[in-house]
C-alpha cells in the first residue's frame, strides 16, 4: 500500500507548479526525490530471486483497469501524487527485464552504471545533431566508434559509423551506403537510375543455420545469368534464434571475387569481439565493408544502443548529406566536421552514446570481456546439464557457438511415442503451453519459436551478468515442473 | 570542488562490485543517490538565471582532456568516484538545452515529469516489441495514438500508428505505407515492380515559405505528361525555419483530384492539435493520409518522442509485417494483436511512449494547450517588440504562424549603407560573429542560417516553458550589446 511521503506544504498538487524549477524549487526536487525512492526499491527487487519475473494480466484487464491503475488520458490534470501511484503501477505491472530469471530476450539485464548514464542522458536532454548542441557527446560517439573499429581489426581504427536507434536501422544504413557505393545516381535520380540489384542473406540453411558459401556462389552465379545485378551479402555474426555465425572469411573471398560489398550483421554476436577467447567466431570481420553491433544486446548496454561501422571513410556522408544550409551552417567558429548530424537519415538523434561510454570507462575492455566470457560459460553449462538428460532434445548438434540454446523439452506422455504427424503436432503445443503457465506464475521467461520444419522448441539466452547457474537450474526445474503432466 | 560522499566503507571501487545489486545492495542504491544528487543540482541550476547555458570549449580542447577530464576509453576500469567525475564533467562542458535562454532548437526544455519519465523508462529498460515484455507500456501507445488521431480529428479516433525514433523516420513511414497503398508488389518484387514515382514536398514557396497550390497542380500535370507516376504530397505544417503552415485544404482538392496519397509533416507544428486558438492553421488536417507529430518538438517531451499516425488501419502492418514466426508466435495465451513489433521496420524499439503519456496525465489536454498559446504569446510578443526597433529587418512580412520569428538584426555600421553586394556579404557575418561571441560568453543561445537568397539570418524559436518575456528581453539586449561595434 502507497503512503504518500512528501509533507503536505511542499508538495504542489500539479506540474505547472513544478516549473520553472527556480521559484518552485522544493517540490521539485522532492518530486524527483519521490520518483528515485519508487526506482531504487524497484532495482533492488529487481535483483532479488524472490521477486517474481511479472504478475500477468490480459490486455483486456489492463484495460479495464486494475486496482484503480487508469490508463486513459483526459482533459484535466492529474495530482502529482496521483502520478507516483501511475508510476507505481506502470513498473508493478510491467516485466522486469533485469530479473536474473528473465531469459525471454537477447537484450536482458539492468547494468547500474549503464542506467546511472541514461538517467544523465535525459536529464541532458539533448540531440546528436550539431557539435554545438552535444560536444561532449559528439567526442565520445566518435571516440568510442573508433575503439569499436579497432576491435573489429580496421587499421589504426580508421572509418566511420554512427549509432542508430537499432539494427534493424544500421543494417539499413549498410545497404544505403552499398548502394550509393555502386550506383551514386540512385541518391539524385531514384531506383530508376540503377539496375535490378540482388542482396543476399541467409536463408537457406544447414543443420547449425550458418551460410553454405558453396551454394551463396551458386545464387550469385544464377542471378548474373538472370540480367540481376548483386550488390551486397550479408553475414549474419549470431543469428537471432540458433546464435550462428556464418563463415565470414569463406563469404569475403567471394565478395571479393565479384565486387560485392560484405556487410556483418553482428546485432546479437559483435559483443564477442570484446572476447579474446570467443572473437575468433568472427574471423575475417576486418574484411567487411560495414559492421552492425548493437551493444544493447550481448555487452548489456541498456536500450536503445546499435552502432553501423563502415570501413570506407566519407562514404557515410556521402551517402546521407543533404547539406543543407538552414541545419548545418558552414560558418561556425569551430571545426563544422564535428557537427556529424548529416550523415544520419534522422534530424534529431537520441543520445545513445554516454550510458555505453560510461560503462566502458567503468568496467574497462576487461570487464566487457568478463561479460561475455561469463554469459557463454552459462550457456555451455545449460548445453552440459540438458544434453544427455531424459526428456530433452537438442535442436541442433555440437556445443553452441553463441549463448542461444535451442532445445525441446518431452514431456513423458511423449516420450515412448514413435515420431509422427500426432506427435509432432503434440510437440509443437508443449513449449507454448509451458510459457503461458511460466507467465502465469511469473517465475522465468524464455522464448520458444518454430524455425523450418521444426516444431515449437525454447531459445534459451543469457546475456544478463546477473544470472549464476542456480539460476539456469531453475529455469530447468521450472520447465519440468510445469510441463511433466502435458 | 567534488568531495565524495559516499562512506568508503560502503563504496565498492568497480562497477563489478555493483552486481548483483543483491549481494551489493548497499553500495548500488549508494551510488545511484550520488548520481542523483548530481542531477538535481543539474536540474536547479538549469533554472537558474545567473547560470551559463554552456561553457564553450572547441573540440580540440575537449579532446586534450579539460581539468584531467579524459574522453578516450581504456582497457582497465575506472572507480565509482571516478565514474561519478566523469558525470559531473560530463554535465558540466555540455549545453542545457532545459535554460530558459536556451532557444537554438526546435526541441527545448526540461520537463520534469517527462524526465521522471524518462528515468522510469530507462528503469525497466524493455522494448515495444511485445505485449509479452512491455505490456503497459504497449497499452500506453495505443491510447495515446488514439487520442492524437481524435486531435487530428478522424472519426472515433480510428486508424493507426507508432512512436518512431524521430520525424524523418516517421516521414519515411508515410512514404512506405503510400508506396504500398499503390503498388503493394514493391513488398516482395521490389522498385522494380512499380513505375517511376514522383513525390512533392515544398522547396518552391511564396514569401512566408508555404507551398503554392496552382504551382504545385502544374507540377503534378507536368510530372504525368513526362511519363512519372505522381503518389506522394507532403504539406508541411510549421516548417523549420519560418514556421509555415501549407493550406491543407486546398492540397487535399489536388491529391483528391489526382488520386495521390497525401502526408502532413506536423512534426514541429502538429502540436498545435491542442490549441484551440491555434488548431485552424492545420485546418484539412484531417483530410491527410497519414500524419507525423513530434511532442519532442512544441509540446515538451524529452527526445525521443515522434509519432506517425495513419488514417487507414491494416496498412501499416500490411506494409511492413514480415509475419517471422521466431519473432512473433501466434500460439500465445494472449491476444496477439497487441504485439505491435510486427508493424514496425525496427524489431527491437525504444519505449518513447511513457514520458509523453505520463506528461499528459499530469497536464491534462488543457495543460498542453496552455504550454502551446504561451509559447506563441512570447513570440508574438518579440514580434511586436522588433518589427518597428531600429537596428531590425523582419525576414517575412506579418505575424508569424508559429513560434519562429525570422530577423536580421543591423549593425548601426550597416544601417545607412545602401543596399549592395558589399552590404548583403557584411550582414551574412553578422549573425554567425554574434552567435560566436554568445556562445563564448554562454548567454544565450539562438539558431542562425540563410535560406533562399536571403542572407544568414536570426530564427528564434520557444518552446520551453520556462521561458518569459524577460528571457526574450535578454535575447534582444544580448544581440545589441554583443552586435553593435560590428
Same mark, same amino acid.
Request: proline share 5%; aromatic share 10%.
Given at each position: 500500500?502507497?503512503?504518500?511521503?512528501?509533507?503536505?506544504?511542499?508538495?504542489?498538487?500539479?506540474?505547472?507548479?513544478?516549473?520553472?524549477?527556480?521559484?518552485?524549487?522544493?517540490?521539485?526536487i522532492?518530486?524527483?526525490?519521490?520518483?528515485?525512492?519508487?526506482?531504487?526499491?524497484?532495482?533492488?527487487?529487481?535483483?532479488?530471486?524472490?521477486?517474481?519475473?511479472?504478475?500477468?494480466?490480459? =490486455?483486456?484487464?489492463? +484495460?479495464e483497469g486494475? @486496482?484503480?491503475?487508469?490508463?486513459?488520458?483526459?482533459?484535466? #490534470?492529474?495530482? *502529482? %501524487?496521483?502520478?507516483?501511484?501511475?508510476?507505481?503501477?506502470?513498473?508493478?505491472?510491467?516485466?522486469?527485464?533485469g530479473?536474473?530469471?528473465?531469459f525471454?530476450?537477447?537484450?536482458?539485464?539492468?547494468?547500474?552504471?549503464?542506467?546511472?548514464g541514461?538517467?544523465?542522458?535525459?536529464?541532458?536532454?539533448?540531440?546528436?545533431?550539431?557539435?554545438?548542441?552535444?560536444?561532449?557527446?559528439?567526442?565520445?560517439e566518435?571516440?568510442?566508434?573508433?575503439?569499436m573499429?579497432?576491435?573489429?581489426?580496421?587499421?589504426?581504427?580508421?572509418?566511420?559509423?554512427?549509432?542508430?536507434?537499432?539494427g534493424?536501422?544500421?543494417?539499413?544504413?549498410?545497404?544505403?551506403?552499398?548502394?550509393?557505393?555502386?550506383?551514386?545516381?540512385?541518391?539524385?535520380?531514384?531506383?530508376?537510375?540503377? =539496375?535490378?540489384?540482388? +542482396?543476399?542473406?541467409? @536463408?537457406?540453411?544447414?543443420?547449425?543455420?550458418?551460410?553454405? #558459401?558453396?551454394? *551463396? %556462389?551458386?545464387?550469385?552465379?544464377?542471378?548474373?545469368?538472370?540480367?540481376?545485378?548483386?550488390?551486397?551479402?550479408?553475414?549474419?555474426?549470431?543469428?537471432?534464434?540458433?546464435g550462428?555465425?556464418?563463415?565470414?572469411?569463406?563469404?569475403?573471398?567471394?565478395?571479393e571475387?565479384?565486387?560485392?560489398?560484405?556487410?556483418?550483421?553482428?546485432?546479437?554476436?559483435?559483443?564477442?569481439?570484446?572476447?579474446?577467447?570467443?572473437?575468433?567466431?568472427?574471423?575475417?570481420?576486418?574484411?567487411?565493408n560495414?559492421?552492425?553491433?548493437?551493444?544493447?544486446?550481448?555487452?548489456?548496454?541498456?536500450?536503445?544502443?546499435?552502432?553501423?561501422?563502415?570501413?570506407?571513410?566519407?562514404?557515410?556522408?556521402?551517402?546521407?548529406?543533404?547539406?543543407?544550409?538552414?541545419?548545418?551552417?558552414?560558418?561556425?567558429?569551430?571545426?563544422?566536421?564535428y557537427?556529424?548530424?548529416?550523415?544520419?537519415?534522422?534530424?534529431?538523434?537520441?543520445?545513445?552514446?554516454?550510458?555505453?561510454?560510461?560503462?566502458?570507462?567503468?568496467?574497462?575492455t576487461?570487464?566487457?570481456?568478463?561479460?561475455?566470457?561469463?554469459?557463454?560459460?552459462?550457456?555451455?553449462?545449460l548445453?552440459?546439464?540438458?544434453?544427455?538428460?531424459?526428456?530433452?532434445?537438442?535442436?541442433?548438434?555440437?556445443?553452441?557457438?553463441?549463448?542461444?540454446?535451442?532445445?525441446?523439452?518431452?514431456?513423458?506422455?511423449?516420450?515412448?511415442?514413435?515420431?509422427?504427424?500426432?506427435?509432432?503436432?503434440?510437440?509443437?503445443?508443449?513449449?507454448?503451453?509451458?510459457?503461458?503457465?511460466?507467465?502465469?506464475?511469473?517465475?522465468?521467461?524464455v522464448?520458444?519459436?518454430?524455425?523450418?520444419?521444426?516444431?515449437?522448441?525454447?531459445?534459451?539466452?543469457?546475456?544478463?551478468?546477473?544470472?549464476?547457474?542456480?539460476?539456469?537450474?531453475?529455469?530447468?526445474?521450472?520447465?519440468?515442473?510445469?510441463?511433466?503432466?502435458?
Open positions: 500500500h502507497w503512503t504518500p511521503r512528501l509533507n503536505s506544504h511542499h508538495v504542489s498538487p500539479h506540474l505547472l507548479d513544478l516549473l520553472p524549477a527556480k521559484n518552485g524549487e522544493e517540490p521539485t522532492q518530486f524527483l526525490l519521490e520518483i528515485v525512492d519508487i526506482l531504487t526499491n524497484y532495482v533492488k527487487k529487481t535483483f532479488d530471486r524472490s521477486t517474481k519475473v511479472l504478475d500477468f494480466h490480459h =490486455p483486456h484487464q489492463l +484495460l486494475m @486496482e484503480g491503475f487508469n490508463l486513459e488520458l483526459s482533459d484535466q #490534470p492529474e495530482s *502529482l %501524487e496521483q502520478i507516483l501511484v501511475d508510476c507505481r503501477d506502470t513498473l508493478k505491472y510491467g516485466v522486469r527485464t530479473h536474473p530469471r528473465f525471454n530476450q537477447l537484450s536482458s539485464g539492468l547494468d547500474i552504471i549503464g542506467l546511472a541514461e538517467w544523465l542522458t535525459s536529464t541532458a536532454n539533448t540531440n546528436m545533431f550539431t557539435y554545438e548542441i552535444a560536444p561532449v557527446f559528439v567526442l565520445m566518435q571516440l568510442t566508434l573508433k575503439k573499429r579497432e576491435m573489429i581489426g580496421w587499421a589504426g581504427g580508421e572509418g566511420d559509423g554512427l549509432f542508430s536507434p537499432g534493424a536501422i544500421s543494417n539499413m544504413y549498410s545497404v544505403m551506403m552499398a548502394r550509393y557505393k555502386y550506383f551514386p545516381e540512385v541518391k539524385t535520380k531514384g531506383m530508376s537510375a540503377a =539496375p535490378r540489384l540482388v +542482396l543476399f542473406t541467409s @536463408e537457406h540453411v544447414r543443420d547449425t543455420g550458418r551460410v553454405i #558459401p558453396a551454394d *551463396l %556462389e551458386a545464387k550469385i552465379i544464377d542471378a548474373k545469368q538472370k540480367g540481376y545485378v548483386p550488390l551486397f551479402v550479408n553475414a549474419t555474426a549470431g543469428s537471432t534464434v540458433y550462428a555465425f556464418d563463415p565470414i572469411n569463406e563469404i569475403a573471398d567471394i565478395c571475387k565479384y565486387n560485392l560489398w560484405l556487410h556483418v550483421d553482428g546485432a546479437w554476436g559483435g559483443g564477442l569481439l570484446m572476447s579474446r577467447k570467443h572473437r575468433h567466431k568472427l574471423a575475417g570481420v576486418e574484411r567487411a560495414s559492421v552492425t553491433w548493437n551493444p544493447h544486446k550481448m555487452m548489456g548496454v541498456p536500450l536503445q544502443c546499435s552502432a553501423i561501422l563502415v570501413r570506407e571513410k566519407g562514404i557515410l556522408a556521402g551517402c546521407n548529406s543533404m547539406c543543407a544550409g538552414y541545419l548545418f551552417q558552414p560558418d561556425k567558429q569551430y571545426d563544422v566536421n557537427d556529424t548530424g548529416d550523415k544520419a537519415i534522422q534530424c534529431g538523434r537520441h543520445v545513445d552514446i554516454f550510458k555505453f561510454w560510461l560503462m566502458w570507462k567503468a568496467k574497462g576487461i570487464g566487457f570481456e568478463q561479460h561475455i566470457d561469463k554469459c557463454l560459460d552459462l550457456s555451455q553449462y548445453y552440459n546439464k540438458i544434453k544427455n538428460r531424459e526428456g530433452y532434445q537438442m535442436v541442433f548438434d555440437g556445443v553452441p557457438q553463441h549463448t542461444n540454446v535451442c532445445f525441446w523439452y518431452i514431456p513423458p506422455s511423449l516420450r515412448s511415442m514413435p515420431d509422427s504427424e500426432e506427435r509432432r503436432e503434440k510437440l509443437h503445443r508443449v513449449a507454448p503451453k509451458i510459457k503461458a503457465m511460466m507467465m502465469e506464475s511469473g517465475t522465468t521467461m522464448g520458444y519459436q518454430p524455425q523450418g520444419k521444426n516444431v515449437n522448441f525454447f531459445r534459451m539466452v543469457v546475456s544478463n551478468l546477473a544470472v549464476t547457474q542456480s539460476d539456469i537450474d531453475f529455469l530447468i526445474d521450472e520447465i519440468e515442473r510445469l510441463g511433466q503432466d502435458l
